[in-house]
């Protein structure tokens, strides 16, 4: 890599590592909402809001949240 290519001092985003999420089943329980009300709010948050995709054997997947995203489905359920 030469000097060209070496990036700007600063220009990196320093964000803390996940360590867990939860399954949309496990956010509704710690919400104590339904969980058809986070699959229709879900669709308003992006994986930049701590929303994930776990994905499983023979295609399975499961959508998860961070606890960023707790917090983003929190606000929009006061809302």
């Known amino acids: 890599m030469g000097v060209e290519d ?3 001092a ?3 985003l320093n ?3 996940i360590s ?3 399954t ?3 956010a509704a329980q710690i919400l104590s909402r339904d969980e058809e009300l ?3 709010l879900s669709d308003q948050l992006e994986p930049e809001d701590g929303m994930l995709w776990v994905l499983d054997v ?4 499961t959508l998860a949240f961070t606890r ?3 917090e983003v489905l929190r606000d929009l359920i006061e809302d």
């Open 6 to 8: 070496a990036e700007p």
């Open 10 to 12: 600063g220009s990196r």
């Open 15 to 17: 964000v803390p590592a």
């Open 20 to 22: 867990h999420v939860v």
């Open 24 to 26: 949309i089943r496990r």
């Open 38 to 40: 986070l699959w229709a």
């Open 58 to 61: 023979d295609d399975g997947e």
């Open 68 to 70: 960023a995203g707790l």
